[in-house]
């Protein structure tokens, strides 16, 4: 369904170490680098079909996270989940809602991880047992 998500980044060096980190346990390689014409740099995680972007804002304002949004990361099991996890928090970012772990909700088990990164972004890690 999707083609490819971007955030807002206001220090793209501190959110490439941050993605480095927290993307790497899930395989994704280092991103590709580019500068818009506009000048702004932009980081581009391409991975199984999917391209994941964190950019400057080209028009110049600070980045700012969504209000309810939530980019959710599709992890393989659930030390991976936990893994995604202890990387944001050990990368710059912020633990958030209830610790890691399964939870059972409408759609079944789950196991989940919720953190922001260092711009605010919320990000969840999930799995689901089959």
Do not use: W
């Given at each position: 369904m ?14 490439a ?46 980045a ?30 912020t633990?958030?809602e ?33």
């Amino acid at each position: 369904m999707f083609n490819h998500i971007m955030v807002g980044s206001n220090d793209i060096e501190r959110s490439a170490r941050f993605y480095g980190a927290v993307l790497g346990v899930l395989g994704v390689p280092e991103p590709i680098r580019n500068q818009a014409a506009s000048g702004h740099l932009r980081l581009f995680y391409r991975h199984d079909g999917s391209t994941f972007c964190v950019s400057e804002p080209i028009d110049g304002a600070p980045a700012t996270c969504a209000n309810g949004g939530t980019i959710g990361f599709k992890c393989a099991s659930a030390e991976q989940v936990q893994a995604f996890h202890d990387a944001a928090v050990a990368a710059g970012g912020t633990s958030i809602e209830d610790p890691p772990g399964l939870r059972n909700g409408s759609l079944g088990p789950m196991h989940l991880a919720y953190v922001r990164d260092p711009d605010g972004n919320k990000l969840c890690a999930i799995h689901r047992p089959k």
